[in-house]
């Protein structure tokens, strides 16, 4: 692990919200980012036991982040989530719920971003799409 990584990760992995959801970061490359959500007893949850989808939709966008802010260019100025979507196709079961996500597209103003969450099993729980707005 780099320095910057290790720096990243304790950030990430302090920060009070991300504590609360129960989430830690795996794995961060130029456009891509994982992370982990370990399930409590506090895991909010859903139908059957699942995690709750909300506690899903919250990782998309975080992992989003990740993902965007793997690198950045002299002069962007971030201007937040423009739009989030989320397709639920499976319950989120297990211990362990990944989300990981990709940078598809990265424009001057607007970033589109693709994500997956998978469980232990690596079964395809849910598809995030998330535009992320920069200001010119």
Do not use: W
Request: net charge negative; hydrophobic share 35%.
């Amino acid at each position: 692990m780099t320095d910057e990584f290790t720096n990243y990760k304790e950030q990430f992995d302090s920060d009070a919200y991300h504590q609360t959801l129960g989430l830690t970061l795996i794995e961060q490359s130029p456009g891509y980012g994982k992370i982990l959500l370990k399930k409590t007893s506090s895991t909010p949850g859903g139908i059957g036991g699942s995690v709750h989808g909300g506690v899903l939709a919250a990782m998309v966008d975080i992992v989003m982040l990740v993902a965007i802010f793997s690198e950045s260019r002299e002069g962007e100025v971030p201007a937040g989530t423009a739009e989030l979507g989320i397709t639920y196709l499976r319950q989120a079961q297990g211990e362990n719920i990944y989300a990981e996500g990709r940078v598809i597209k990265r424009g001057r103003q607007l970033s589109l971003v693709e994500v997956d969450i998978s469980d232990d099993e690596g079964r395809l729980c849910a598809k995030g799409r998330t535009l992320y707005a920069f200001r010119a």
